[in-house]
């Protein structure tokens, strides 16, 4: 057994090989074994390997083709159904069709997802995040049949590598720890903390490829923009609303 | 190095011993190799030692005495604080003032949170995260100085353990798994997914002591209320607004 957290890289290609039984279950454990509040267990995993179903994902994750390529999509749902399905049926009064038990189901399951991902890595499996999940969990909900308290929150696929990308480089620890209490950032701390990524080859060749002036419009203008930002979170907060949870 | 994601057992009673510096430098290490969206790493965590800080913060997590005994408190927060700053120093337009933008931070912060849980537990010390981050989060938001698009989503306190508690049951790895797409539950199979939990000594006497008829009863009335979910819903609420994450 391996500790994968050093070495995780987000893989983008795989092989077809399948993932042996014994070995997705290990996975599917090692969600389970993540802390969950007051042990409620507030999440599913819908484990999708067909291809009809990979195919209709694929739309909802903006055609990355590793929705198809893997072998094995999760996507990680909260999941306050079967909790309340289970106090109806014991004479409780479940009263979780609010935001906060939404939040508190997401959070039990991001922690599994990324048990999950560890303990796929530790078996030389790889993994990537689809973040187009909540960009995209009305589909979703649609695609997978996704009942009254159930909101989709996170997607891996998984699969053996079929490539060897590079550790991915981080900030330095110190831009992100505050001791204490949080230390606003000032315009010097900003330039320490950005520019050894800035003088990376790497990112500035996306500078030029998008013919921007700098790293930060190729964010803003490019890949997270306020325009998209804010109708995805018309989209996906209607999703919760749709799925019970503001009422 | 060992593999922790199987022996975690929430700890809740610490011993006074430190962490030594190059243990809690792995830890930072460890959640900044977690997934995160785009590379933009949008959280920060915030450290806190200090006798009257970890004061301050044990009443915003309900007097629960590990976050005083515990050496360590470690409050992980969603932050396009950092990443908009740098965005207004780069001549780049930030639009990250939005739910979607909240939401994608709070991943990026559990993931993290998750990869330092399992490491500290590889150097053999003990977690709990408190789930009362979000109830609290305005009061956090003050004690720590959370400036805008900061939201604190977990805190985990992390020491060296002082009791060694059995592992927790969970549910049958049926109850939370799907295959292909989501499949409701009957009235069956909740039965038969909560039995064993049901059946056992610890949580019937739950019910004796709260002098109810079922454990879901225990969950409804006593320790995740409706009156108080929804309660904590509108602060938490007005904490992504206050903090500048809903316009």
Redesign the interface.
Known sequence: ???S??T?R?IRKYKNDEIPANIM?LI????????T?????L????????EN?KNSLLSCHFNQKMVVEAPVVMTF?A?F???T???K????????N????F??A??DA??A???A???AE?HGLGI??L?TT??MANKIID?????QL?VP??TIVVGYPDETPDL????P?E????????T??T?NS??N??QQKENMELYQNFVKENQL?????V???K?????D??F??EE??KAIKRQGFMP
């Open positions: 057994m391996t500790n957290i050093f995780h987000s279950e599917i454990e090692a969600a389970t074994r993540a802390s509040t007051g042990n409620m267990q999440y599913s995993i819908v484990l999708s390997r067909d179903i749902c999941d159904n079967r909790f399905l289970w106090c049926q014991r004479n409780a009064k479940p009263g979780y609010n935001f906060l038990s939040f508190t997401a959070i991001l922690l997802a990324q048990n991902c560890l303990e530790n990537c995040y973040g909540t960009y695609v997978l049949n996704l009942p159930v929150i996170t991915t480089d981080r900030l620890l831009a992100i720890i505050h001791y204490e209490t949080y606003n950032y315009e900003i330039n903390i950005y002036e700098t790293l930060a419009q964010f803003t203008d890949r997270y923009t306020q325009k930002n804010e995805f979170s996906f907060l």
